[in-house]
């Protein structure tokens, strides 16, 4: 089994994934008729396009069969990250025996030695995913600026969604941030866009506003609020909708595509569901994008 380790500012999520190869000869013409296949979905053929696979129907080669999530501290020690690891092992039906490697995507600075050395530890065979190791690989566009800034987890994001789902591509991770993460016609990630996520704005207007604090953040009826909760549901579910809607046909637009072009956008992260409701532009809901994407950095690199 492998265990994907997608370790944010404020969330940490452990997925384990066990290897899953099925296929079938069943043709397809398309997205839609992939969709119409029970637990089908379209993945890349491996030619480096990022096109489709023809004439064949593909499942998942992967199955994450266990997701825990933690919340991130970003003074944590080894030992600390550790014992946390081998806790949640113990209250599951796994083993860390199980594990055959680890894939480790990290934004916290703070953490790239603790996580590594807790791996060490444990005795488990770890990776820290950097985007200067994919240079080479087709993955990241050869004239992107400054690729040593690129987030571990955009990569996986952009390099998974071009497999499952071909290219072009973009996804929208509700996260601490809102990052979107696209793929043009080629393959290639070119970057995309970075804003403060929804529950980020949410808690600095709270903060600032004490009698709006215990309005929860759901899915409005209307966008035109009749009281103070609903016109602040309104504003920041629906105006961040309004957003993602907005960002994601701009990118279409630059990215050369009319509105018949085939172009899948993926949501995904902890405010997905929520966000899915209240945007327009989504294709696909994946919520193990990320966790599948570490998976697949790690063996493109090790194998």
């Not at 480790?104 to 995913?129: E, Q």
């Amino acid at each position: 089994m492998f265990l994907a380790l997608d370790v944010g500012n404020t969330q940490t999520t452990y997925g384990l994934i066990a290897d899953k190869i099925e296929d079938s000869a069943t043709p397809i013409s398309d997205c839609n008729a992939l969709q119409q296949c029970e637990g089908a979905v379209p993945q890349q053929s491996g030619s480096g396009t990022g096109q489709q696979s023809a004439g064949k129907k593909v499942l998942p080669l992967e199955e994450v069969v266990k997701l825990w999530r933690t919340q991130t501290f970003k003074n944590d020690t080894a030992d600390e990250l550790a014992i946390k690891l081998h806790e949640l092992f113990a209250c599951s039906p796994y083993s860390l025996a199980d594990v055959d490697a680890v894939g480790v995507s990290c934004v916290v600075p703070s953490l790239f030695h603790a996580w590594t050395t807790a791996l060490d530890r444990l005795n488990l065979k770890g990776d820290l995913i950097r985007a200067t190791d994919y240079l080479s690989t087709g993955l990241i566009a050869p004239d992107i600026a400054a690729p040593e800034t690129i987030g571990a987890d955009r990569l996986a994001n952009a390099a998974e969604a071009r497999r499952t789902y071909g290219s072009p591509a973009i996804v929208v991770d509700f996260g601490t941030a809102t990052n979107i993460d696209v793929v043009d016609n080629q393959g290639y990630f070119v970057g995309g866009s970075i804003s403060p996520g929804l529950m980020l704005s949410a808690g600095a207007l709270f903060e600032r506003a004490g009698m709006l604090s215990d309005t929860p953040i759901q899915m409005p009826a209307h966008a035109i609020g009749t009281t103070s909760e609903e016109n602040l549901q309104a504003g920041l579910v629906l105006g961040w909708a309004g957003m993602v809607d907005g960002l994601v046909a701009r990118i279409k637009d630059e990215l050369g595509l009319d509105e018949n072009a085939q172009c899948a956008v993926i949501g995904t992260g902890g405010l997905m569901s929520l966000m899915s409701d209240a945007a327009h532009c989504f294709t696909h809901l994946d919520a193990d994008l990320t966790i599948r994407g570490i998976r697949y950095l790690y063996d493109l690199k090790h194998n």
